[in-house]
């Protein structure tokens, strides 16, 4: 039995251990009696269109046997795509004082971080957790952050590898970036390095608010570029429909980190799947309210990638996909 799973035990005053249920999810969490535990999430991205990652969320405690309204109470706000506001809805609850706080990307753990160091925080969506600097290591985090994350700087590479086995004369990329979220500068270094290896120029350019897509895509079309990558942020996600469309209208063959993005109309994306990491975190919150610490919960990284190809918009800008790339595909959309 491991270190962590004794803590499991003990936090739970011996009932997972008594009962022989360590296994099996307990029908309500080892709080005070009487106590209904209050779980807070803050999400980056924009209700409206995401609505689906908060049901995954909910998906992954009613599996542990957490009922909403009975043995747990959940507090949900969202930050609309704007990374700005993340701060302000962290510390509203925070002050609420939750029992746990689930935080989704850099931004909103980078904020939960600052806001506190006693309530236990599980993150989610996060880039990196090291090179961010939420945790000591993966392996232990310490402190009171731990949770998922999906390794974005480490196929960010990928990202453009793959797009130029997609589109093998192309010699410029521009890269849509949003320089008030941290881990873009992460992405961006190894993207460069990427770059440099396969002998491409890239183009960046900055995107803070939808207002800047448009302009984004028309500096991309004067610079010449051959074809865009877009970077993992709540902003280009909670308004992929419209980046999308852009991307269209200006025949510009884009790369994107989310499957989302490839459903809307989008060309390409390589990335995690992230609905199943929104329903893992009900794992966290489990096992903190159990007794758990955060700082001895080990960080869990993605190990699934999805390439989706979405061919109908590859017809519509008359690109014929290499069968080599389509072989290695999760999902080819017709």
Do not use: C
């Not at 992954?60 to 795509?81: D, K």
């Not at 160091?117 to 731990?146: C, K, Q, Y």
């Amino acid at each position: 039995m491991t270190r962590a799973a004794v803590r499991i035990g003990l936090g739970a005053l011996g009932v997972v251990l008594t009962l022989g249920l360590f296994a099996a999810p307990l029908t309500a969490p080892a709080q005070a009696p009487g106590k209904v535990p209050r779980v807070g999430y803050v999400f980056a991205r924009v209700s409206s269109a995401d609505q689906r990652l908060w049901d995954a969320a909910r998906q992954g405690l009613r599996e542990l046997g957490y009922v909403e309204g009975q043995n747990i109470t959940l507090e949900v706000r969202w930050a609309e795509g704007r990374t700005e506001r993340l701060p302000d809805l962290v510390a509203e609850l925070v002050r609420s004082k939750v029992d746990v706080l689930v935080v989704a990307t850099t931004p909103g753990a980078l904020a939960a971080k600052n806001a506190t160091r006693t309530i236990p925080v599980v993150f989610v969506g996060v880039g990196e957790a090291v090179d961010g600097g939420l945790v000591a290591s993966l392996a232990r985090p310490g402190g009171n952050l731990t949770g998922l994350t999906v390794l974005n700087s480490e196929i960010t590479g990928k990202r453009l590898e793959l797009l130029k086995d997609i589109l093998p004369s192309i010699s410029r990329v521009a890269v849509l970036r949003n320089p008030g979220n941290p881990i873009h500068k992460i992405f961006w270094r190894e993207t460069r390095t990427a770059a440099q290896t396969l002998g491409l120029q890239l183009q960046p350019i900055e995107v803070r608010a939808p207002e800047d897509f448009d302009e984004a895509f028309r500096a991309a079309t004067s610079g010449r570029a051959d074809a865009v990558l877009a970077f993992d942020d709540p902003l280009t996600v909670g308004y992929r429909a419209r980046l999308v469309a852009l991307a269209a209208k200006h025949r510009l063959p884009t790369m994107y980190g989310l499957r989302e993005f490839a459903d809307a109309g989008g060309l390409v994306s390589y990335g995690a799947n992230f609905p199943d990491q929104y329903r893992r975190t009900a794992t966290y919150v489990d096992r903190i309210l159990k007794g758990a610490r955060p700082a001895d919960l080990p960080v869990e990284q993605a190990t699934k990638f999805e390439l989706v190809i979405n061919r109908r918009t590859a017809q519509t800008l008359g690109l014929a996909i290499p069968p080599s790339v389509l072989a290695r595909a999760d999902q080819v959309l017709e």
